[in-house]
């Protein structure tokens, strides 16, 4: 009954064997190595970028903060989701990588930022001439944190208002495929086509061990990467077995189809947990997350007997048994219908034993 | 003929393996999982130092350059040799994790800092006050970048001037295996004991993919690492492969054997070499590299012949074909006999042609 | 009729004889001078506090993020109200020279912020651990940017918020004269003995040229000050201009009989303004600054015959000559009844040929 | 018997009474005022740029380091002499401003910096890619740290070098004016003519209270510099007082008069030295600063009766009384003939009590 994040689940064993194929030889280290050429090669076909600048780094927190200080100046702000991972689950990396830049948080219900709050935030930004900061890129994540997806029509309108400010656009990529899968669109769509500049790629917590990449576009805004990569300490040296990953994962598009394997398991626990009068969604499922309400006597109950997800707002060890606390369950790529099947036995357990006890 | 770095070579098998039994159930992200727990045990085992803090990062420059920004205050200078990585090769990324901390420059023949030369440097930094900045911990490589090794004499000299000043001190240990061996002290002899502060230290080089260990020996010393690493997007989340990596290098003294192999090899290289009057080593082998000059036609033709190896001082490319250049011989834990014989045929083929040649 | 800010009047006369005097010979300097000696004693005579450091700057953007760069890590977030000066008219400053740490805006209804509301904002803060910035110190501004100004329980109730995570205090005290002349208390009591750690004590603004202090109450907490100032290139050469500023600014009280003037000033204002129906008082007069609502029409009339002061929310340039528009109107030392008595003449007579024009 | 330094001086009337003249009514803050347009406008004609941007801050350090952080990255590094004011003098200021650039120390004799000694350092930096800091700008101190003066030749020399590895060139100008005055050129033969790209224009040794103006020939270079002073906390509110200063310093070559009359008092002071054999002077005077040997004894004698120096190398308290210990004796521009009469009559008492003495 694991539900607690895509990355407590293992890496798929594709990816595993790429690594070991990739330990057989000498290879020069920091990415002068045939693997990496490949890999980069593999994501500018995935993204029809041919001329996209393409890094790895091993983590979500270094490919949204690298990319974001090469878009952003010290004296800007990052326009951002109030919910956005780049806020709250990065420890100020973003601001420590930029030089001190702000993060404007942008009220953003269900998790994605409404073009016209978006302009109004850019637009009273900086007014005050050098006394305040001046507006910077946006920063949008896709799927959001709500497990939401912004359609390609919503992706544009924010594009434009950012690019009407003349600033870029960067999204936050982690849960990137399942976001793809429930478009059925092309990654090229979801990113440059809408206007996107930037994507943190993330592969880690669909299937990798550890790796991120970074794409960029247009390559003059990419020239300053590799530096605050290497001065970040985020250019591994041993590269290749960061390569091997990525293009483990885009062959024959298993990552596509890991990602819809998340996103059906979330769709199935969606309609089962829909016929539990104790849960309420707060957000549509739309990618491979659930956020729902259920009181706290039944979490208490699910999580003493095994059941493992988070508690996203609201505190488990609270008096009222009633209150309704806010939880998110996450599956994984290898999130079997067992899993989803043990679940909801217990939950109808819980339930029925709580009924029992009330009449 | 590899002899290019120590992380060009492939990771140990017993490694991959422990990567594969890692990957085989759901474990909590970021740290929280059973193997970090036992792989921060087995690193203060190795240590002897059961209340030291140890964190886990994926490149040599990460452990440095945050456990630096742990000891120094962004007014402060760290003091290091000429010719330390962390300031030719990590791209600014000390001054970066600290704030803008200076680097100061010790000179340091054959790659050892001098006791005497350390303490004329701290004694003089900061005398003006406010007007310049202030001494700072000290940053000691073992095995140094030239391939020698400090003895234990040396370290508690070292460190006492340090200490003399209000100093810590942090050990670079990116070859510290080979420093050891060579030593044939313990970990806690050449470290803690000798009144080392904090210790990056390196298993990427000698067997593993990417993993190092912050070691730092007084909690109270550490008590920022945490923000530090996950400000830099350092931390992370699928953790346990950093924790696997880690214990299968320290099980059974791994880690020592495969640096006696390198060491090994490189001794074995050193002896062969010193037969050929046209390789001239610059310094004493003491852990797994060696330093040589040898003249410009020869490291051509060698090359050229499909040996990989490094210049490290003067530019291949250049006119006079007998001047000399300094190369830089790596041998890592994988190093086979076959290749440097391999390597020792191609250099006598090489010279007895030339020697023909000339007669 | 200026009314634009109290940093565009003239400094008071003593102010400049004081600087005449200071210059009749060699002085050594960064401080090290008599004058700053003596002007240090009367800082710390005047908040009762002779253990307290008390160091001077020229603005007071520099005196308040140095200030904060000593109590606050780059991974905290310092809480301030929405409308802080920190936060919209420093340009980032505070994240500049604390390396990064955010600014939590905290709802601040008149300028204020309310205890409970400051305690829900630091109690959600860093609960998720390692992954999120952590609780740092408050900046509270007394007179806040509303021209209101927080009584002694309200600060207390605030300081004791902090202080219960952790926390320190910092006061931006740029108008800091004319709170305590509407309390009518001492500055300790409006500073230490309420709980507050560090004040920005600011001069500019009250007869001043350029001159504020920072002063902080516990010695351990003011140890980084002098190096994060040199550094921030804060240090004056010919510091003896800054101290001797300083020492006529507080001798005989002057300062606080500049800042009654300049509340008389505006209260007098704000009883004049509270008889014309246009003009609307959006928060009650508590320091030298009214904010009013008043209709476009009117402000463009004002304007135009040479009435200066700040539009602070709305466009003066809009459609609809009805539409309110809030003004700030500042009071400084200097603010004669003449220059109230003639921008009332200009209001009564552009309303009432209003009035004549709609008959 | 003053020679402390050119900061321990007076300003100079005249700016004392332009800053009376300016605290006569109200202006705009910020540098919204007409008096700053003036001073920008003076500032332009002195150096012949029409173009430049200007901007005053209100120290050397200040103007240097936010200077420096518009033409350098921060996985740069600055070439500069080992003893150069940024570098020694700073407490890291540039490093703070630069977000954490590298300074690299050229050799440089006597205070200047060499074009050979410049061309291997800078060709030498960043040839291991992105492993290493990348070559950036050039700052050079006119006049020297010890005194020296570059010729035109020279400077076009070291400009040259920088300009061919796409750097550019940075003059501190703490001196400049007692440089100009020494080679009898035009401000803008002594800088962009001769290559230089941005002059931190000191103004506060040689006359004012405090203040510096930035001096940006291509207006590129200088987007930034606005919001990075600001964001340093180093804009005025009352800008008016910085404006006064340095139009007054400005008006009818008032500048170079004073600059003027501080040389010749060095010039004169030389010349009486050179005649006291227990003085040798280190380096040819060439500006307003000495920099002499001279032994202990004599030093102590000198001090204890009223000289005010500095001892710029050794350490006064040490037990040789006859070790020579170097002294730095600096004119500023209020230096009379009766200050350096005085002194030689004490240095001609005290050493002829010695050779009483001794004989």
Redesign the interface.
């Known amino acids: 009954m694991?539900f607690?994040?895509d990355?407590?689940?293992?890496?798929h064993p594709s990816v595993?064997d790429a690594?070991?194929r990739a330990?057989?030889?000498?290879?020069?280290?920091?990415g002068n190595d045939t693997e990496t050429e490949t890999a980069v090669a593999a994501v500018r076909e995935v993204f029809e970028a041919p001329e996209a600048e393409v890094f790895f780094?091993?983590?979500?927190?270094?490919?949204n903060?690298?990319a974001l200080s090469c878009l952003a100046?010290?004296?800007q702000t990052v326009f951002c989701s109030e919910m956005a991972h780049i806020h709250?689950?990065?420890?100020?990396?973003p601001?420590?990588?930029?030089?001190?830049?702000?993060?404007t948080l942008v009220d953003a219900p269900g998790g994605c930022i409404d073009p016209g709050t978006l302009e109004r935030a850019m637009a009273t930004t900086g007014a005050?001439g050098?006394?305040?900061?001046?507006p910077g890129p946006i920063s949008l994540t896709q799927a959001t944190e709500c497990g939401t997806v912004y359609g390609l029509d919503h992706l544009r309108a924010l594009c434009d208002v950012a690019h009407s400010h003349g600033q870029a656009v960067h999204m936050d990529g982690a849960r990137i495929a399942n976001a793809l899968v429930q478009l059925g669109c092309s990654a090229a769509d979801m990113s440059w086509r809408a206007g996107v500049d930037a994507v943190s790629f993330g592969a880690?917590?669909n299937g990798c061990?550890?790796a991120e990449a970074v794409v960029i576009f247009d390559p003059d805004r990419a020239r300053?990467f590799?530096?605050?990569?290497?001065?970040?300490?985020?250019?591994?040296?041993?590269h290749r077995?960061l390569a091997a990953q990525m293009m483990a994962y885009l062959q024959d598009d298993l990552w596509l189809r890991l990602a819809a394997q998340a996103n059906e398991a979330a769709a199935n626990l969606e309609r089962a947990l829909a016929q539990v009068p104790e849960f309420e969604l707060a957000h549509p499922r739309e990618a491979n997350m659930l956020f729902a309400h259920a009181p706290r006597w039944l979490h208490r109950d699910l999580i003493a007997a095994g059941a493992?997800y988070a508690i996203w707002e609201g505190d488990l060890q609270g008096d009222d048994p009633d209150e309704p606390l806010l939880a998110r369950l996450v599956c994984d790529w290898n999130a079997s219908p067992e899993n989803t099947a043990q679940f909801m036995a217990l939950v109808r357990n819980v339930t029925s034993k709580r009924a029992e006890v009330r009449v």
Not at 57 to 63: D, I, K, Q, R, Y
Not at 88 to 93: F, I, K, M, P, Q
Not at 95 to 103: P, Q, R
Request: charged share 20%; with cysteine; proline share 3%.
């Open positions: 694991q607690a994040s990355n407590a689940g293992p890496a595993m690594l070991l330990n057989d030889s000498y290879a020069l280290g920091y780094v091993t983590t979500g927190t270094a490919a903060s690298i100046q010290p004296w709250l689950d990065e420890c100020g990396a601001e420590f990588f930029t030089g001190g830049s702000k993060l005050s050098v006394h305040g900061v001046q880690t917590k061990l550890g300053d590799e530096f605050r990569r290497k001065r970040g300490g985020h250019l591994l040296s041993k077995y493992v």
